[in-house]
Nanobody, 124 residues
Framework: QVQLEESGGGLAQAGASLRLSCAGS????????VGWFRQAPGKGREFVGH????????TYRRSVKGRFTITRDNAKNTVYLQMNNLRPDDTAVYYC?????????????????WGQGTQVTVSS
């Protein structure tokens, strides 16, 4: 069983940066692919990006490419989402999720474990 906990959310001004962390419990975490998703008020949850188990592969949704970076430190069982040049439309609850990895990392069903989420609010 793997448990995930996000941290690092908060209030930021447009153009600022935040770094979210996803801490995983259990030895299996380092062998799992990790995705980040977000859900804005009144909207469905959407894929933000993912990182493969060894960090060798990452993908991002188009609107965050070049602004967000996902990295991981398997020695610390932690995955990071560095968010730069934040915009008001980045406001959402951000979730990390872990799974065995697939050819479709943007799919929510590819992930078996989910965190509770952390709120990110960006003001203009």
């Amino acid at each position: 069983q793997v448990q995930l906990e996000e941290s690092g959310g908060g209030l930021a001004q447009a153009g600022a940066s935040l770094r979210l962390s996803c801490a995983g419990s259990g030895r299996a975490f380092s062998s799992l692919s990790v995705g980040w998703f977000r859900q804005a008020p009144g909207k469905g949850r959407e894929f933000v990006g993912h990182i493969s188990w060894n960090g060798g592969s990452t993908t991002y949704r188009r609107s965050v490419k070049g602004r967000f970076t996902i990295t991981r430190d398997n020695a610390k069982n932690t995955v990071y989402l560095q968010m730069n040049n934040l915009r008001p439309d980045d406001t959402a609850v951000y979730y990390c999720a872990a799974g065995r990895g697939s050819d479709y990392p943007a799919g929510e069903t590819e992930y078996d474990y989910w965190g509770q989420g952390t709120q990110v609010t960006v003001s203009s």
